[in-house]
């Protein structure tokens, strides 16, 4: 985990024991979930690296991904600034729902984040290219990437420029096409999602500062 150690002494509990627990995925920062942990919980969760919460229907200990493998690997435990709330940064295994969705306010509320779909193309590596179009695309190197990039922004462009505003389709298919292939590029140049997000906060940032006009 990264960041300074939690002091679990320092927590406000509820009279009950319990701490709500804010799940979010640290690549994307999606909501993934919300849960209770009561000290032994928080204790369990430091020691092993995957979080642990406090099932209130059951008033048992829960290791999140014990029996389905979707376990939450965290990156970072914190508390705000009343110590009466966690956030809990993670990565998630899987689908964190227990519907099968990957985060249990699906649609997701924060709108398009690309962190989910640059774990997939991370994965998708490794995968057969006789399978996978990204593995195939893989294959073909950085400059064969790159040029989708450059063909899938023409696309973009001239779907912007010739499509109607009551049929957007295709607008939003080479939007599609030209995130993913961006997104892969920056995969294979090992650019993280958050990388970009940083640099744009940065910006915003210095244009709000300097008076200027924020992105």
Same mark, same amino acid.
């Given at each position: ?34 849960? #209770? ?5 928080? $204790? &369990?969760?430091? @020691?092993?690296? =995957?979080?642990?919460?406090?099932? !209130?229907? *059951? +008033? ?55 962190? #989910? ?5 991370? $994965? &998708?590596?490794? @995968?057969?290219? =006789?399978?996978?179009?990204?593995? !195939?695309? *893989? +294959? ?76």
């Amino acid at each position: 985990m990264t960041g300074e150690p939690l002091d679990l002494e320092s927590l406000r509990f509820d009279d009950r024991g319990l701490i709500p627990v804010v799940v979010q995925d640290a690549v994307g920062g999606a909501v993934l979930m919300v849960a #209770w942990a009561n000290h032994t919980a928080l $204790e &369990r969760t430091l @020691a092993t690296g =995957e979080a642990h919460f406090l099932s !209130r229907s *059951r +008033q048992e200990l829960w290791h999140k991904g014990e029996t389905s493998g979707n376990v939450l690997e965290v990156v970072e435990l914190v508390a705000d600034c009343d110590r009466d709330t966690l956030l809990l940064r993670a990565h998630p295994a899987g689908p964190t729902c227990h519907t099968g969705s990957r985060s249990c306010f699906e649609p997701n509320p924060a709108g398009l984040e690309l962190g #989910w779909l640059w774990e997939v193309l991370k $994965e &998708r590596g490794s @995968a057969s290219p =006789e399978e996978s179009y990204t593995a !195939r695309l *893989r +294959q073909k190197g950085l400059a064969r990437i790159a040029q989708k990039v450059g063909e899938e922004a023409t696309e973009t462009v001239i779907a912007a420029l010739t499509t109607l505003d009551a049929d957007r389709e295709d607008l939003v298919g080479e939007a599609c096409d030209l995130l993913y292939h961006l997104t892969l590029l920056l995969e294979v140049r090992g650019v993280r999602p958050q990388d970009v997000a940083k640099e744009l906060r940065r910006r915003h940032r210095d244009k709000t500062s300097s008076g200027g006009k924020a992105p």
